[in-house]
């Protein structure tokens, strides 16, 4: 991990250095995801909503899956965060992501099983365009969507997370957003900056919802933090919550449940020293 002891001249000789800075962001956005339970519209797949929603609600956000075209547009507009999942991207899905992702609010790209199939991999590469504020996805997904890879094995990996480094850099450059690599350490890129969220529990690979439901927590938290913060708090809520839940599962369906309570249950100061800063 790297620490910055000294400060910049740009940088107040008070503030703290990167790495403190970095381990108190997840605290500090799930205080404000829970006092302003932002709006995060969820244009997802048919799979996974009512895990979706429910994750959400367990968080503290405020779910809406609107994604109609004709409305997507306008909800997008009074929303906090947009996800925007293609993993079952019908004809009207599509064209309401095309509404969503011009309003300018902040919004998440999880291209999922991108790669092997044509329909969702052109529609995550016009959405590139649209600049989103953050990528979610294995690492198969992220390096297929930049050009690296074909995909994994539908929507599973078969690339580990930082096989994808370099790719996820440039996805990065590209959007000038923030990238987020899902594996058994999570993987955030932007810019300037590289963190790691190592744990949680590999039952949420047995969970359908337990991937996509993150790229939906981002969401919620890109309303109320920076876009690099928001996918490191998600991602070190759902290590956290996804610890927890496994501590006492006997299987994926017990594990679900305690999924969706240890998200409620969970408190600012929970998520200290579950991120390090790394070049």
């Known amino acids: 991990m790297v620490v910055r002891t000294s400060s910049s001249p740009s940088t107040p000789a008070d503030a703290p250095a990167p790495a403190e800075a970095l381990a108190q962001a997840p605290s500090h956005a799930l205080a404000r995801l829970r006092e302003t339970s932002p709006l995060t519209q969820c244009i997802t797949n048919a799979v996974v909503t009512n895990f979706t929603a429910n994750a ?11 994604d109609i075209p004709g409305e997507a547009g306008m909800f997008a507009g009074i929303a906090g965060g947009v996800l925007v999942n293609l993993g079952t991207p019908t004809a009207e899905q599509r064209d309401a ?66 096989d994808a480094l370099d790719a996820a850099r440039a996805l990065a450059a590209r959007t000038g957003g ?37 790229g939906a927590a981002m969401a ?32 994926p369906g017990s594990f679900a449940v305690a999924f969706l309570d240890e998200l409620a249950a969970i408190e600012p100061a929970d998520l200290r020293d579950r991120v390090e800063l790394a070049r």
């Open 56 to 66: 959400l609600l367990a968080l503290g956000a405020a779910p809406a899956m609107c």
């Open 97 to 162: 992501a095309r509404e969503a992702v011009a309003t300018g609010t902040p919004w998440v790209l999880d291209p999922v099983a991108v790669g092997a199939l044509p329909v969702r991999t052109a529609l995550a590469h016009e959405l590139l365009d649209a600049r989103p504020a953050i990528i979610r996805g294995n690492a198969s997904e992220i390096l297929a969507l930049a050009g690296a890879g074909s995909g994994g094995r539908g929507v599973d990996t078969t690339d580990a997370a930082d």
């Open 178 to 214: 923030t990238v987020a690599v899902s594996g058994d350490t999570d993987l955030i890129v932007d810019a300037t900056r590289t963190a790691r969220v190592p744990g949680g529990s590999v039952l949420l690979t047995k969970v359908t919802g337990g991937g996509c439901a993150l």
């Open 220 to 251: 919620a938290f890109a309303a109320v933090a920076e876009p690099f913060d928001a996918a490191v708090a998600a991602s070190a809520v759902w290590a956290v919550a996804s610890e927890r839940a496994a501590s006492g599962a006997r299987g």
